[in-house]
């Protein structure tokens, strides 16, 4: 009979990949803490929080953080359109995983193994705004089946992780 493993006793390999997550607005302490749990099972560089008032000791976001907000590197920025500059300057491909008319979906991007990646996420309610929506170099969604056009920004922001850091290898 298999044996369930811990966190202590798994041998998956750390890696950081060049992958920035730039949040337009987020704000549930839950959506954050489960961020920082997602982005450090995926090696994010950085989280980048815009937009936003953060209560960065809230129980909630720290119990769903489960410590991980400890290790991965995050800052708050007052300008996001700023961000979205500097991170093109310094060569990142800027995304936004936002269901546009216009956006591409996410088994279809392509990527080179070198690229680095600043992905923008947006609010609970209102997704990626539309002033960062035009200057962001593309816009990418997860091809879904049923009726509803969303899912909740933090499981998305897991599957598009999942996808690009396969490409990214």
Do not use: W
């Not at 936004?96 to 992905?119: C, H, M, N, W």
């Not at 002033?131 to 909740?152: D, R, T």
């Amino acid at each position: 009979m298999p044996n369930q493993l811990t966190h202590t006793s798994t041998d998956f390999p750390t890696k950081k990949f060049p992958i920035k997550i730039v949040c337009d607005g987020l704000q549930s302490p839950a959506n954050i803490g489960a961020l920082f749990r997602i982005s450090e099972a995926f090696g994010v560089s950085e989280i980048i929080f815009c937009n936003a008032e953060i209560n960065f000791a809230s129980s909630r976001l720290r119990k769903t953080a489960r410590n991980t907000d400890k290790v991965v590197p995050y800052r708050v920025s007052e300008d996001i359109s700023e961000e979205i500059d500097t991170g093109k300057k310094e060569g990142y491909k800027v995304i936004a995983l936002e269901l546009t008319d216009e956006s591409i979906p996410l088994d279809k991007v392509e990527l080179s193994t070198e690229e680095k990646i600043a992905l923008v996420i947006g609010n609970e309610q209102h997704g990626v705004s539309k002033a960062i929506l035009e200057q962001v170099l593309q816009s990418i969604h997860i091809p879904m089946f049923g009726k509803n056009s969303s899912i909740n920004v933090t499981q998305a922001t897991g599957i598009a992780l999942f996808n690009l850091t396969k490409l990214l290898k």
